[in-house]
């Protein structure tokens, strides 16, 4: 009897360790979703490799005619284009390299990787666990302000997380409602979103974590074009975009940034901090599989690596080199985790 009591206690005691490691594990995984369960996650697990066959882990790179005799290959998203474009050229003169560069979308970017058909891509977004491919590595440049926009007659000048999620979910649906330093005025709000990446974490992800919480009143727009001319012309729109984007679009200077708790997005230290955490995050890749890798390449990845802070500062994008200094995660160059 005192044995099977004995053994009944042990179970429970191995059990209740087991339930509390295994709960320690699972609060610790969600930390930042139990904080703030509306917001996705920044970034996906840099070690879950995406499962490619053997005949695509054994072929090698292959351009397409825009590279035809190049020795380098880069395919860019259309922000980091820009962006990058002076260091490469400038690297290209040096060594006397002829380096062709596409410019494109994450998607463009992400497909060229896949295809192999470059040696370098760049994407606005972390990436998502299928663009995690076999040989390839990401390093990231750095982040940038997602801003918040509505037309400059708004008066409206701060609005709270609460208030602004509440906006994009559709339950608050006049700006006369928000609780404001301003007088706001009694018209409706007109959401514009822009669902891109779908499948990759951060950018629009951190306002709302999935495109199921954003009100079936939003207007879902399909280029950052579309996005600027709607927030510009509907009465009452909000949407969102990085602020490089409003300023190359922005012409006319009709849009105005809101700030967010207090924070404005063109306050670099807000967002370091970690106190602006609206976002997107430029990355590039480069092959690190021994039949993948080219050389020259990756000597150009190593010079835009150690560039970082002469990116133009007219594009928003603060450099990985301020984010590690602040505590921010890297995994090798990738950013993996914001500061606690």
Known sequence: MKRNIFNTLSALIVALLCALCFNYAVSAAD???????????????????????????KAPIKY?????????AVALDQQIYPALLPLIREYEKQNGLKIAVEEGTCGIAAGAVSKKTVDISGMCCPPGEVDRLPGLKYLNLGIGSLAILVNKDNPVENISTADLRNIFRGKVDKWSQLKTDKKAQDIEIKPIIRLHCKNRPGHWC???GSEDLFSPRAMDVGSIADMLAQVASVKGAVGYETLWMVDHHNKNSVLKAL????????????????????????????????NLINEKAAKLVDYIMKNLERIDKSYYIVPATELRKAGWKFDGNELVGEPN
């Open 31 to 57: 930390k930042t979703a139990a904080k703030d369960p509306l917001r996705g996650i920044p970034f996906s697990d840099p070690k879950k490799i995406f499962k490619m066959s053997d005949e695509w882990i």
């Open 64 to 72: 397409e005619s825009w590279a035809k005799g190049a020795d380098i």
């Open 206 to 208: 951190l306002l709302l």
């Open 259 to 290: 700030s967010i708790d207090g924070y404005s997005p063109y306050d670099n230290s807000a967002l370091i901090s970690g106190k602006y955490n609206i976002y997107r995050t430029f990355n590039i890749t480069a092959w690190n599989a021994p």
